[in-house]
């Protein structure tokens, strides 16, 4: 192998690590619902090249205010998909969206990107 072959072979590697690290190993941000009037848990989320908090933790048995405030125009970040609650929702950008919810079991449910790429989870507790 001449130089050429080992630096391309070296930031193709590191580039590889980088995406791996990007969608497995980057450290998660946890919000935790606030209470507000009437009881209502309330999170407001940024949706802007992932989920920002991306875990979001909530009580049991109390209803759920998910706001996603998509602060970009990217096509992956459109839609949103929480399965486990059958909601599916367009995502228009620069725009506030509300998704309310009544967990009545306690888990680990996923939301995704309508492409599947970001991905999030809701923690019922």
Sequence with gaps: MDATQVLVTVIGLGLMAFVAW?????????????????????VD??????????????????????????DETTSCSEELLMPDFNVRRD???????????????????????GMHMLRGSLVVK
Excluded: M, N, W
């Design 22 to 42: 990007f969608f497995f190993g980057a450290p998660h941000r946890v919000g935790v619902a606030a209470p507000a009037v009437g009881g209502v848990q309330q």
């Design 45 to 70: 989320i940024q949706v802007k090249g992932g989920y920002s908090p991306d875990v979001i933790e909530v009580q049991r048995g109390q209803p759920v205010q998910l706001r996603f405030y998509r």
């Design 91 to 113: 995502l228009p950008a620069h725009q506030t969206t509300t998704v309310d919810l009544l967990p009545q079991q306690a888990g680990r449910f996923e939301f995704t990107c």
